[in-house]
């Protein structure tokens, strides 16, 4: 992504970036196939980690945030990549031209998801507004996934929904938001689109090493193709009212960037204005 905005043969700064790609889904608000749309990505593994067994029977995870001492505290030492926030105004766009994709579906998918509790998870594929968590470990189970989802709602002061699971989010959000301070992107032009593989914990009865290892929750197909299915509206939607929509942008309802404020505004979240104006 960085060669890409630093290649002087583009100029990107009036164009929309689609981040799409799939992903695990809490089962508490979404299911295999569905398409889910980020307004904050969460770097969750970006703490302290101990491993459960070792830190005592007090805690129920062994990631507690820098600069504290136990979960649930706001972190005091911040590196700034912790959680980046995205046009809201925008995705609610992005959302409703999604939902006049047809969505794909498996039978493999519509049996293991009939193994879970919650609606959210029995149900077949939909469009969702929820968020995302980034973390170079491919993980897996309620333990890490119960801690994260906190961690979500922790750094993000309660607005976050803990929802999809992947690994590049932060990371192209962090180019982004750098070539947006050199002029080079616009930030307030991002959409991040996720379509569920599989589940981030196992249903009732499984455990989560054969849930992940032995277990076809049959999302993986469904969730390539959902890509398309629900990421071509957005892209004719953009394309066909750019001259009367898009092309002056879509001014942002709510805070853009990251922890820092550093491409301007207050950022909703954080232990803001103690770091001071950025």
Same mark, same amino acid.
């Given at each position: 992504?960085?060669?890409?905005? =630093?290649? /002087?043969?583009?100029?990107?700064?009036?164009?929309?970036?689609?981040?799409?790609?799939?992903?695990?889904?809490?089962?508490?608000?979404?299911?295999?196939?569905?398409?889910?749309? $980020?307004?904050? /990505?969460?770097?969750?593994?970006?703490?302290? /980690?101990?491993?459960?067994?070792?830190? @005592?029977?007090?805690?129920?995870?062994?990631?507690?945030?820098?600069?504290?001492?136990?979960?649930? /505290?706001?972190?005091?030492?911040?590196?700034?990549?912790?959680?980046?926030?995205?046009?809201? %105004?925008?995705? &609610?766009?992005? +959302?409703?031209?999604?939902?006049?994709?047809?969505?794909?579906?498996?039978?493999?998918?519509? %049996?293991?998801?009939?193994?879970?509790?919650?609606?959210?998870?029995?149900?077949?594929?939909?469009?969702? $507004?929820?968020? @995302?968590?980034? &973390?170079?470990?491919?993980?897996?189970?309620?333990?890490?996934?119960?801690?994260?989802?906190?961690?979500?709602?922790? +750094?993000?002061?309660?607005?976050?929904?803990?929802?999809?699971? *992947?690994?590049?989010?932060?990371?192209?959000?962090? &180019?982004?938001?750098? *070539?947006?301070? #050199?002029?080079?992107?616009?930030?307030?032009?991002?959409?991040?689109?996720?379509?569920?593989?599989?589940?981030?914990?196992?249903?009732?009865?499984?455990?989560?090493?054969?849930?992940?290892?032995?277990?076809? $929750?049959?999302?993986?197909? !469904?969730? =390539? *193709?959902?890509?398309?299915? #629900?990421?071509? !509206?957005?892209?004719?939607?953009?394309?066909?009212?750019?001259? &009367?929509?898009?092309?002056?942008? +879509?001014?942002?309802?709510?805070?853009?960037?990251?922890?820092?404020?550093?491409?301007? @505004?207050?950022?909703?979240? @954080?232990?803001?204005?103690?770091?001071?104006?950025?």
């Amino acid at each position: 992504m960085s060669s890409l905005v =630093l290649d /002087e043969t583009f100029d990107l700064r009036s164009t929309y970036f689609l981040i799409a790609g799939i992903a695990g889904v809490n089962p508490e608000l979404g299911t295999t196939g569905s398409v889910l749309f $980020a307004r904050f /990505e969460v770097q969750v593994a970006l703490q302290y /980690e101990f491993d459960v067994r070792d830190i @005592g029977s007090n805690f129920s995870t062994g990631y507690i945030p820098y600069g504290v001492k136990v979960p649930g /505290e706001y972190p005091k030492a911040i590196y700034g990549t912790e959680v980046f926030e995205v046009n809201d %105004a925008l995705r &609610s766009i992005a +959302i409703d031209f999604a939902k006049t994709a047809v969505l794909n579906d498996s039978s493999d998918a519509q %049996a293991y998801r009939a193994n879970y509790v919650s609606t959210a998870a029995t149900h077949g594929p939909s469009i969702v $507004a929820c968020d @995302g968590a980034t &973390s170079d470990v491919y993980y897996s189970g309620p333990t890490l996934a119960e801690a994260f989802g906190n961690f979500t709602s922790l +750094i993000t002061n309660g607005t976050g929904k803990y929802c999809s699971t *992947a690994q590049e989010d932060s990371a192209i959000l962090e &180019s982004l938001l750098r *070539a947006t301070k #050199a002029n080079l992107v616009d930030f307030s032009r991002i959409i991040v689109m996720r379509t569920a593989a599989n589940f981030d914990r196992p249903p009732p009865g499984i455990s989560a090493y054969d849930h992940f290892f032995y277990k076809n $929750a049959g999302g993986f197909l !469904p969730s =390539l *193709a959902n890509l398309y299915l #629900a990421g071509i !509206p957005i892209i004719n939607g953009i394309v066909k009212e750019w001259e &009367s929509v898009f092309a002056k942008g +879509i001014k942002p309802t709510n805070y853009i960037g990251d922890i820092f404020g550093s491409i301007g @505004g207050i950022p909703d979240f @954080g232990p803001y204005p103690y770091f001071g104006e950025a």
